[in-house]
C-alpha cells in the first residue's frame, strides 16, 4: 500500500477516533443534563402535588370565610346598634342630669359667695366693735348725748 493511502487511513482512522469520543462525551453530557432534568421533573411533580393541597386548603378557608361572613355582618351590625343605644341613652342621661347638675352648681357657688360675704361682714363688725369698745356706733352717740 501506498504511503498516501496509509496516511489518509490514519487520519479517517484518527477522525472516526476523535469522533467517537465527542459523541461518548456528547452522549455522556446529554446523559446527565436528562438526568438533571429527570430530578427537576420529580420536584416539579412533588411541588405540584403541595400546590395542589395547598390550593385547595386555600379554597377550603375561602368556604368557611364564606359560612363565617355573615355572622360576623349580624355580629358587625349588632354592636353598631349597641354602640347607637349606648349613645342614645348617654345623652338622654347627660340632659336629665346637666340641668340639676347646673343649678346647684349655681346654688353652691351663690351659697359660698353669701357666706363669704356674710362673714366678712360679721368679721368687719367685729373689728369694728373691738376699735370701739363693744358698742355700735348709733349706740354710742346716744351715750353720749344723754
Request: hydrophobic share 45%; aromatic share 6%.
Amino acid at each position: 500500500m501506498p504511503v498516501l493511502i496509509q496516511i489518509c487511513a490514519v487520519i479517517v482512522t484518527t477522525a472516526v477516533v476523535a469522533i467517537a469520543i465527542a459523541m461518548v462525551r456528547a452522549l455522556s453530557r446529554f446523559d446527565r443534563a436528562v438526568e438533571e432534568l429527570s430530578k427537576t421533573s420529580l420536584i416539579a411533580r412533588d411541588s405540584l402535588g403541595h400546590l395542589q393541597s395547598v390550593a385547595r386548603e386555600a379554597h377550603e378557608v375561602i368556604a368557611s370565610f364564606g359560612e363565617v361572613a355573615p355572622h360576623f355582618k349580624r355580629v358587625a351590625t349588632r354592636f353598631e346598634w349597641l354602640g347607637d343605644r349606648a349613645a342614645t341613652l348617654s345623652n338622654a342621661l347627660l340632659e336629665e342630669v346637666e340641668t340639676p347638675l347646673r343649678t346647684a352648681v349655681a346654688v353652691s357657688k351663690g351659697l359660698r359667695t353669701g357666706t363669704a360675704f356674710l362673714f366678712s361682714k360679721f368679721i368687719d363688725k367685729i373689728k369694728h366693735s373691738e376699735t370701739n369698745n363693744g358698742g355700735f356706733g348709733h349706740e354710742r352717740d346716744l351715750s353720749i348725748q344723754r
